[in-house]
C-alpha cells in the first residue's frame, strides 16, 4: 500500500492563476517531504523541501505547506507560468532510515497560457 | 556539471536476457539509489547503497541485483529480465544533511522486455 499519496492526477490552471497540488501520507515517522518537478524523458529535479519542524517553507513562486496532524502537505505555485507544466511528485523520509524515500505517484499540472 | 549519469538510456531486451545499467555520480555523495518509475505508481526504491562497500534492499528487490564498485558507481543488473521489469529506471544520489540533504536524479533508461 502506497505510503504517499497523490490523488489527483492532473490539473489544470490558467496562467497567473495559483496553481495548488496536494500529497497526503500515513506514516507519521515521516520527518522531511520534499517536491520534485520532472519533464517528459528527463529525471526529477529537486524543487522545495520541509522539515516536519515547520509548517511553511517559501521560495520564491513556491510555497510547500505542511499539516501534520492531517498527515498532509500541498505546493502552492504563484503565478503559475506556462513553464511549470510538468509533473509534479511529492516524497517523504522516513525518520527511522534517511536512505528511505517514498515517492507519491505524481501530479501532471498544465498551465495554460 | 554531470550529476548523475546513467547508461544506457534505451534498452530492449528478450525474456531471459540479462543487461546491466551503469549509473555514476561526481557530486562526491555518499549515498546512491536505484529507483523504477511505473504509470500511477511513482517511483519505488529498488536497492540503495548508504556508503562505498554496502548495499540494502529497497521496496522493490526482486529481480535485481547491485553493485556499489566505487563512491561514484553504483551499476544495477538484471539477470534474467522479464516483462514485468518494463520500467524507467533512475539512478539518484543523495547530498548530506550540511548541503540540504536532496536527491539528485540521472535522467533515466528506458527499458522494455519483449
Known amino acids: 500500500d502506497q505510503q504517499v499519496k497523490q490523488n489527483s492526477p492532473s490539473l489544470s490552471v490558467q496562467e497567473g492563476r495559483i496553481s495548488i497540488l496536494n500529497c497526503d501520507y500515513t506514516?507519521?515517522?515521516?520527518?522531511?517531504f520534499l517536491w520534485y518537478k520532472k519533464y517528459p524523458a528527463e529525471g526529477p529535479t529537486f524543487l522545495i523541501s520541509?522539515?516536519?519542524?515547520?509548517d511553511k517553507n517559501e521560495d520564491g513562486r513556491f510555497t510547500v505547506f505542511l499539516n501534520k496532524s492531517a498527515k498532509h502537505l500541498s505546493l502552492h505555485i504563484v503565478p503559475s507560468q506556462p513553464g511549470d507544466s510538468a509533473v509534479y511528485f511529492c516524497?517523504?523520509?522516513?525518520?527511522?532510515?534517511?536512505?528511505?524515500?517514498?515517492f507519491g505517484s505524481g501530479t501532471k499540472l498544465n498551465v495554460k497560457p | 556539471n554531470a550529476g548523475v549519469t546513467q547508461t544506457p538510456k534505451f534498452q530492449v531486451l528478450k525474456t531471459g536476457q540479462s543487461m546491466t545499467l551503469q549509473c555514476a555520480q561526481d557530486?562526491?555523495?555518499?549515498?546512491m539509489y536505484w529507483y523504477r518509475q511505473d504509470p500511477g505508481m511513482g517511483l519505488r526504491l529498488i536497492y540503495y547503497?548508504?556508503?562505498?562497500?554496502?548495499?540494502d534492499k529497497g521496496e522493490v528487490p526482486n529481480g535485481y541485483n547491485v553493485s556499489r564498485l566505487n563512491k561514484r558507481e553504483f551499476s544495477l543488473r538484471l539477470e534474467s529480465a522479464a516483462p514485468s521489469q518494463t520500467s524507467v529506471y533512475f539512478c539518484?544520489?543523495?547530498?548530506?544533511?550540511?548541503?540540504?540533504?536532496?536527491?539528485?536524479f540521472g535522467e533515466g533508461s528506458w527499458l522494455t522486455v519483449v
Open positions: 547503497s548508504a556508503s562505498e562497500g554496502t548495499t
Open positions: 539518484a544520489s543523495r547530498s548530506g544533511v550540511e548541503t540540504g540533504n536532496t536527491i539528485y
Open positions: 520541509i522539515s516536519s519542524i515547520k
Open positions: 506514516n507519521s515517522m515521516f520527518d522531511y
Open positions: 557530486m562526491n555523495h555518499n549515498s
Open positions: 516524497a517523504a523520509r522516513d525518520g527511522y532510515n534517511f536512505n528511505k524515500f517514498y
